[in-house]
């Protein structure tokens, strides 16, 4: 038995924070019953056709859930949604602000009705304040929490390639429905979660802004590199290649010295004496490892920086991950059904065989056999789909 088999999730999400939350509780067994819209769906079904006609996004997001198409703004769409969230256990909804309460979505009427149900919006900014209804999409969560003030180059600064404030509120969700779900064992209580992207990605951007604490300068951008340990970035090798290296202490520093190098002298050098040190001088370090790299091919690079026991690796990219040996050696990959076939997805981290790995749902799949689970006849559910409720 999975962990939450028996537990019935309805959530009315788009693009990635909602989606990746209820991912995961289906990963754990949840049925998870997504309700989209007629026609079009979930907009992270338009964003791209990356895999195989499918979107990129919508593939990664959405395995294990059941597709209904509903108009909930129709008078019998919002009849079939009040059967639907009737006997759910959670109610996940990242819509645009307000819109889940105008539904008749909010926690307080669906306690009302049943006070074991547990309701989790996740929004931008969060159920109140100020930038309540602000619109807001990963980018500009990046930028109202910091993120991108300290990611980038010296010269310009950078987002994040994948979308961190949608994960980090998708994660912070899922973990915040978890504890709901132990709580509500033992009081038999559910309860409200309201997560905002702000607060999640800002709590993850918190060692940049203690270390900028008091009116202290913030960590530099620096590419690839650490911004505030050093050496511990990306360096260039003699064959064209690059390697990612870290040294954390200073008992690494003289290891580094002395076998990557083969400049023990370098370990008792003032310049270089400490991290701060370090970082102080970054440019007269950054010279001489360039010059001893840059007559090393990358398998020697790494070689030496194994044999000095420093922490290393590839820049690989999007293809070489495809092919990672470390995860083909564990098993990690598993096929995932699609309307368009079996693509390759990855098991959820931590887990082994204690997951549900099933297809991504086309567009309204399970439309007809939910509506008549929910009681629906065939007449019914006809005149649903001529009246364009679904």
Known sequence: MLPLEGLTVVTLEHAIAGPFATRQLADLGARVIKVERPGSGDFARGYDHRVRGLASHFVWTNRSKESITLDVKHPHGAAVLARLVREADVVVQNLAPGAAARLGLGYDTLAAENPRIIVCDISGYGADGPYRDKKAYDLLIQSEAGFVSVTGTAEEPSKAGPS??????????????LAALIQRDRTGVGQHIDVSMLESLTEWTSYPLYYAFDGAPPPPRTGASHATIYPYGSFGTGDGGSVVMGLQNEREWVGFCTTVLRRPELADDPRFAGNAARVAERDALTKIIDEVFAALTTPQVLERLDAARIANARLNTMHEVWEHPQLR????????????????????????????????PALGEHTDALLAELGYDADGIRALHDAAVV
């Open 164 to 177: 961190i404030a949608d994960i980090a509120a998708g994660m912070y969700a899922y973990t915040n429905i």
């Open 329 to 360: 050696a564990r098993d990690r990959w598993r096929d995932v059904g699609t309307s368009v076939g079996r693509v390759p997805a990855l098991l959820p981290p931590g887990s082994r065989t204690d997951v549900r790995m099933d297809p991504v």
